[in-house]
C-alpha cells in the first residue's frame, strides 16, 4: 500500500492514497498570480488588486458562477452546468482560486480525465491590461491559456518517499526494514498512547477529545480554508483605494474637457464617489461650460488660430487685409 506522507510541528498526518477513487478537486487554480498568456492574444496581469475587484463583484452579484462545457452559455443554446463557483480566494503565491461544486456528470468527466482543461471568460482593463471581472468559466480540451495545468493531475509517487519512511521508522524505535504496514501500525499506537485531545481543543472543532485522527484532520481543513483569504479590512481599504483613484481620474478628465469649472471640483469629487457611474453620466450628456479664455494653454492658443482665420476669410470678402485688421484690432 502507498501513502502520502506530511509532518506538522505537532503531529503526523498519514493518509492512504492507493485504492482511493480518483475525484474532481474542489480548490482549482483559476487565474495565476502574475503575467498570464494567451494564444495569440498576448497576456494580461494577475495580482491581489485583480482578485479585489473580481471578488468584489462576485459578492455583489451574490450568485454562483457557472462552469459550462465549451462555453455553450456564450453560444445562446442550452448549456447545462458542469459544476459551479461558490467562493473565490487569494493566494499571493499561487493567485486566485476557485472553489467548486461540481454537477455529477462534471465531476465524472474531471475525474476520467475525458475533460483534462478549463478555460475562464473575463474582463481585461485597457489601461494596465489587468484582470477586472469574471463572467464564466467552462471545461475544454483546447484552451487558450499557455502553460495551463491540468484540472486534476497525474498522480505521481511522493520523491524520496522510502528515505522518509525509513526516517519515520528510525523514530520509531523501528529496523530500516520496516513495512509501511509495521511503521502505521506503530504509529497509530503512539497516538492512542499519547491521551485525549484538550477538551478546549475538542469542543471548539466541535469533535470527541478521543477522535484524534478527526482533530487532526478538522485543524487540516481550517488552515485550508483560511489559507490565502483577504480580510474585510484590507478588501474594503483596497476598494476605496481604487474608487479615490478613479474619482480623481474623472474629475481631471472633467475639468480638461471644460464640463466643469475649478469652482465645482469639490462638488464633482463628493459627487463622483457617491455614484461614479452617475458622475460619468453627467459628464457624458453636460455642454461645455468652462470659457475659451478659461482652458489651458494649448487649447486656447489653439481656439485663437481657428478664430484668426475665420476673421481673415470674413475681411477678405470685404476687401480687408491683414494689415487692416491688425491696425484696427481683428486680429488675436
Not at 219 to 239: D, N, P, Y
Not at 275 to 296: E, Q, R, S, Y
Amino acid at each position: 500500500m502507498k501513502y502520502k506522507l506530511w509532518t506538522e510541528s505537532a503531529a503526523i498526518m498519514i493518509v492512504a492514497a492507493a485504492g482511493e477513487s480518483v475525484s474532481a478537486p474542489e480548490w482549482i487554480l483559476l487565474f495565476r498570480a502574475g503575467k498570464n498568456e494567451l494564444e495569440g492574444h498576448g497576456s494580461y496581469l494577475v495580482d491581489a488588486e485583480s482578485f479585489a475587484l473580481v471578488a468584489g463583484e462576485f459578492a455583489r452579484r451574490g450568485n454562483d458562477l457557472v462552469f459550462d462545457y465549451e462555453h455553450q452559455t456564450l453560444k445562446g443554446v442550452e448549456a447545462p452546468a458542469a459544476g459551479w463557483i461558490k467562493e473565490l480566494a487569494w493566494d499571493q503565491d499561487q493567485g486566485i482560486l476557485a472553489r467548486m461544486e461540481w454537477t455529477a456528470k462534471g465531476a465524472a468527466y474531471v475525474a476520467s480525465r475525458e475533460y483534462r482543461y478549463f478555460s475562464p471568460v473575463f474582463y481585461v482593463r485597457k489601461s494596465d491590461n489587468r484582470l477586472v471581472g469574471l463572467h464564466s468559466a467552462a471545461l475544454t480540451n483546447d484552451p487558450k491559456h499557455n502553460h495551463l495545468d491540468p484540472i486534476l493531475a497525474k498522480l505521481q509517487p511522493m520523491e524520496g518517499s522510502m528515505d522518509f519512511l525509513k526516517k519515520l521508522a528510525a523514530k520509531l524505535g523501528l529496523p530500516e526494514t520496516a513495512t509501511e504496514d509495521e511503521v502505521m501500525a506503530a504509529l497509530a499506537k503512539l497516538m492512542d498512547a499519547s491521551g485525549d485531545v484538550p477538551e478546549a481543543v475538542a469542543a471548539a472543532l466541535g469533535v470527541s477529545a478521543k477522535d484524534t485522527s478527526t482533530v487532526v484532520a478538522s485543524i487540516h481543513a481550517l488552515r485550508q480554508s483560511t489559507k490565502g483569504v483577504v480580510s474585510r479590512e484590507e478588501f474594503e481599504a483596497l476598494q476605496a483605494k481604487l474608487l479615490d483613484r478613479d474619482v480623481t481620474d474623472v474629475v481631471a478628465k472633467a475639468m480638461t474637457d471644460g464640463k466643469i469649472t475649478p469652482d465645482q471640483k469639490d462638488w464633482a469629487v463628493q459627487y463622483a464617489k457617491s455614484d461614479i457611474a452617475g458622475f460619468k453620466m453627467f459628464v457624458a450628456k453636460a455642454p461645455v461650460v468652462v470659457p475659451t479664455g478659461k482652458l489651458p494653454d494649448g487649447q486656447e492658443a489653439e481656439d485663437k488660430v481657428q478664430a484668426n482665420a475665420v476673421t481673415t476669410q470674413i475681411a477678405s470678402m470685404m476687401g480687408l487685409s491683414n494689415d487692416d485688421l491688425k491696425t484696427y484690432g481683428g486680429l488675436n
